[in-house]
């Protein structure tokens, strides 16, 4: 069993950034689509940002888009989230996902497949003065 393990989150005041890693065992061998996803109380979860493993291309939900940048460290085997002019409503859980599997990203986001891939236990973040 493959172990996904995110860090990075912690209490930031809004305005500021932060950078979530999700350590992924092997990475970037054997995993098609990394996606990270979070999860607000009381809400579903949803899509955040992905990453196509084969051509590094990227894909953000329209909440982020502009302010969150996803990257990858094969030596490392770490994908990245990088956070900036966090906002409030950007508090929540936020989980990462490795899939052997190829998705187009912007599905793989809206889909948000809990079989066949490998989930963290997700990392807090919280946007609050």
């Known amino acids: 069993e493959v172990e996904v393990v995110e860090s990075g989150g912690g209490l930031v005041q809004p305005g500021g950034s932060l950078r979530l890693s999700c350590l992924v065992p092997?990475?970037?061998?054997?995993?098609?689509?990394i996606g990270w996803f979070r999860q607000a109380p009381g809400r579903e979860r949803e899509g955040v940002s992905c990453?196509?493993?084969?051509?590094?291309?990227?894909y953000y939900t329209a909440p982020v888009k502009g302010r969150f940048t996803i990257s990858g460290d094969n030596a490392k085997e770490t994908i990245y989230l990088q956070m900036n002019d966090l906002r409030p409503e950007d508090t929540g859980t936020y989980y990462c996902a490795a899939d052997p599997r190829w998705f187009y990203c912007s599905d793989y986001l809206s889909r948000i497949p809990r079989t066949g891939n490998y989930w963290g236990q997700g990392t807090q973040v919280t946007v609050s003065s």
């Open positions: 990453i196509s493993v084969h051509d590094s291309s990227t």
């Open positions: 092997g990475f970037p061998s054997g995993y098609h689509t």
